[in-house]
């Protein structure tokens, strides 16, 4: 992988995870209290018919899991964006010259 692509996964990547937390704070008030946690437990129950709360192992590891995949996608696309980025800009260097 070249350095912009590996720049831009991890500049994604933070992001992504403040995104998520962020999501967590407004939805739920704080970390870990209610948020995806509460609404990975609603939509298991409603799918599978089951009973439980937003802290069973379950629910903790699928919220984990979405959270993961989440932060994974947002890391690529940030990887793709500061390639086309840096790929531009050194294009436009060289044209400048």
Known sequence: MKKPFKIGMLIGC???ISVAFGMDLIMGGTIGNG??????ATDLNSVLKTNY???DLIVIVCAILI????VA???FFGGIFFTLVATFLDFMAKKGK
């Open 14 to 16: 933070l992001l992504g």
């Open 35 to 40: 948020g995806w946690f509460q609404a990975v």
């Open 53 to 55: 709360s937003q802290d």
């Open 67 to 70: 959270v993961a995949v989440f």
């Open 73 to 75: 996608i947002n890391s």
